[in-house]
C-alpha cells in the first residue's frame, strides 16, 4: 500500500539503526583520535546523514559542531565538502559558497566535483540566481549521471513551471538507481 499524498515517508527501522551504528562508530573513532580532523569531519556526517533520515534537530547541530571542530583542527581548506554539505543542509547560503570556493582550490574526483557543482547550483537556487542554478545543475550532471544529480534539477524544474520536465528527470532516476539508500 502507498502513502497518501501529502504524507510523510518514514525511513525503516534498519536504516535508522544503521545510520545509529554509524554516528556510534564515528563517535568511537573521534574520542580515539582528539587531535585529528579526519574522525571529526566523518562524524559530522554520520550525524548529517542520521539528521536527513530522520529530521532529527539534535543530529543536525551535532553534525555542526563536529564540523566546526574538524575546521578548527584542519585548517584551510580541510574538510571543505563536509562544510559544503553541512552549511546546504542547513540553509547557510553564504557559508555553503564559501566551502565550495575552498574545494575548488583542491583536487578532486569527478564525483566530488559534481556534488560540489550541485551544491554550488542549490545555492544560486535558493537565492533566486535561476539561470546560474540550472548550469551548476546540468554541469554536474556532465561529470556523471546520477540520482544524486538528476532529483535536484527536477526539483528546479517541478519549482520553476516545468513538471513534465521534472518527472521525466525523477523516471530517469528511477530507471538508473540500483542502490539501497534509505533516502
Not at 545509529?20 to 562524524?43: K, N, Y
Not at 517541478?158 to 513534465?164: D, H, I, L, Q
Request: with cysteine; charged share 20%; aromatic share 4%.
Amino acid at each position: 500500500p502507498g502513502r497518501r499524498p501529502g504524507e510523510r515517508a518514514t525511513p525503516s527501522p534498519n536504516a535508522v539503526a544503521d545510520a545509529t551504528a554509524a554516528v556510534r562508530g564515528a563517535e568511537d573513532r573521534a574520542v580515539a583520535d582528539p587531535a585529528a580532523w579526519i574522525p571529526q569531519e566523518t562524524l559530522a556526517l554520520a550525524y548529517l546523514d542520521r539528521a536527513q533520515l530522520t529530521g532529527g534537530y539534535d543530529d543536525y547541530a551535532a553534525a555542526d559542531r563536529a564540523l566546526r571542530l574538524a575546521v578548527e583542527r584542519a585548517g584551510k581548506p580541510g574538510p571543505c565538502l563536509a562544510a559544503a554539505r553541512v552549511h546546504a543542509a542547513l540553509h547557510r547560503l553564504r557559508p555553503a559558497a564559501a566551502a565550495v570556493a575552498a574545494c575548488n582550490q583542491s583536487p578532486m574526483g569527478a564525483s566530488q566535483r559534481a556534488e560540489l557543482e550541485g551544491i554550488a547550483a542549490d545555492v544560486a537556487f535558493h537565492e533566486g540566481r535561476y539561470a546560474d542554478a540550472l548550469r551548476g545543475y546540468r554541469a554536474a550532471l556532465q561529470l556523471g549521471e546520477s540520482v544524486a544529480g538528476l532529483a535536484p534539477l527536477s526539483q528546479y524544474h517541478a519549482r520553476t513551471g516545468a513538471p513534465v520536465e521534472a518527472a521525466a528527470l525523477l523516471d530517469l532516476a528511477e530507471r538508473i538507481y540500483h542502490g539501497t539508500s534509505a533516502r
